[in-house]
C-alpha cells in the first residue's frame, strides 16, 4: 500500500458472517482483543444491520463547485469540520469498516452478500473453501469484493488480523481520498509524503494513538490514545511557517517569535481564531514548541503537544532533531 496519512481515523466495527457459529466463537476467541467485532451467522440480518446503519456522507461538498483559486481552501475546511464532528459522535465505533464474509452460505453467499451492500466504503474480505475460489477471483477482478483468504489457511487469523488492519487503514483512506486531491492541490503533499507518514505512524504506535482528526489553521492532528488522554500534532510546511512568519511581521510582532520561526528550531501554535498570531490574544508563555525536522518531499517541522507538554523559551541552539 502506497504510504498516506488520511484525514482522520477512529476505532471502526468489523461484522463476520458465517453460518457456522462454532467459527465465530473461535473469531470472538482470537480476534476481539485487537478489533471490535460483531458476528452474525444469518446473512439477511447482517445485511439489514449493515445497510441501516447511519452513516457520514463524507463526500457531502463534493458536488459544489469550488474553484481551486478562490473558494478550494473553504472546500477543504467545510469537509474536515465534518470529519471532526466524529469525536462527539458516540456511535462512531460501531461504523463498519469491514466485513468479513462466508462464501458459502445457504441463505445468501458471500459475494451476493457483498454486491447487496449499500455503503460503498465498507471494504470486503470473503473467505472461501475449495469451491469458492474460482467465484472469489471473479468478485475480487470485478471490485466486488477487496480481499479473499482461504477458509482452510492454517495461519487463518494472522492473515486476517493483517487484512483486517490493511482494510481499517484504506476504509478512512477512501473516504477522504478526495479531499486529499484537492489538499495536495493547495500545496498541502503532507498526506502523501511517505517520510512523514512513516514519521507519523511510528508516532501514533509510540504514544498508543487509536483515534486522530485533521485541523487546519494550524495544520494539526488532534489525537487521542488507548488510555483516553489526548493530545495536538502540530505539522507545518515551510510554506505554512512562511505564512506564520509573515503575519506576525504585518502585525508587528516582537522580534524573539519572529526569530525563534525563522530559525527552524520551533513551531507556534497560536490559539487565536484564525490560528494566527493576533496581539490581543498572544501568550508569549504558550507560543512555541521544539521540531522535529522531517525531510521528505518538502521539509516538515512538527511538535507532539501533550496536555503535560510546556511550551519553550526560545534558545537558538544548532540541537535541531532531524528525521530522514
Not at 489526548?230 to 510546511?237: A, D, E, K
Request: glycine letters at 4%; aromatic letters at 14%; one cysteine or more.
Amino acid at each position: 500500500m502506497k504510504p498516506e496519512i488520511a484525514l482522520c481515523y477512529y476505532p471502526t466495527a468489523v461484522a463476520f458472517i458465517d453460518d457456522s457459529q462454532s467459527f465465530l466463537q473461535a473469531v470472538e476467541l482470537a480476534m476481539s482483543s485487537r478489533f471490535n467485532c460483531i458476528t452474525f451467522n444469518d446473512p439477511i440480518r447482517a445485511l439489514n444491520h449493515s445497510n441501516n446503519l447511519n452513516k457520514v456522507n463524507w463526500n457531502a461538498f463534493t458536488n459544489n463547485d469550488y474553484s481551486y483559486a478562490s473558494d478550494s481552501e473553504q472546500f477543504i475546511k467545510n469537509t474536515l469540520n465534518l470529519s471532526i464532528n466524529k469525536i462527539t459522535d458516540t456511535g462512531r465505533y460501531d461504523e463498519i469498516s469491514v466485513v468479513v464474509v462466508d462464501y458459502d452460505m445457504p441463505e445468501m453467499n458471500g459475494v451476493e452478500f457483498c454486491r447487496n451492500l449499500k455503503n460503498p466504503n465498507i471494504k470486503k474480505i470473503l473467505l472461501t473453501g475449495q469451491a469458492g475460489s474460482d467465484e472469489a477471483i471473479k468478485a475480487f477482478n470485478s471490485n466486488i469484493i477487496n480481499y479473499y483468504i482461504r477458509k482452510s489457511d492454517d495461519n487463518l487469523f494472522e492473515h486476517l488480523t493483517h487484512a483486517i488492519q490493511e482494510m481499517q487503514n484504506r476504509y478512512f483512506l477512501d473516504i477522504s481520498s478526495y479531499i486529499k486531491i484537492r489538499a495536495i492541490d493547495n500545496k498541502k503533499s503532507l498526506f502523501s509524503d511517505a517520510k512523514l507518514s512513516e514519521y507519523f505512524n511510528n508516532l501514533l504506535k509510540t504514544h498508543g494513538i487509536v483515534e486522530y482528526y485533521f485541523l487546519t489553521n494550524p495544520p494539526r492532528y488532534k489525537l487521542k490514545a488507548r488510555d483516553g488522554k489526548t493530545s495536538l500534532f502540530l505539522v507545518y510546511s515551510r510554506y505554512d511557517l512562511n505564512e506564520q512568519i509573515r503575519v506576525i511581521k504585518e502585525e508587528a510582532g516582537p522580534a524573539w517569535l519572529l526569530d525563534s520561526l525563522k530559525s527552524g528550531l520551533y513551531v507556534p501554535y497560536f490559539q487565536s481564531q484564525d490560528g494566527f498570531y493576533d496581539p490581543e490574544s498572544f501568550d508569549e508563555n504558550n507560543t512555541i514548541y521544539v521540531a522535529d525536522v522531517v525531510e521528505g518531499q518538502e521539509t516538515y517541522y512538527c511538535a507532539l503537544i501533550g496536555d503535560d507538554t510546556r511550551a519553550l523559551e526560545p534558545v537558538l541552539t544548532p540541537n535541531q532533531p532531524f528525521y530522514h
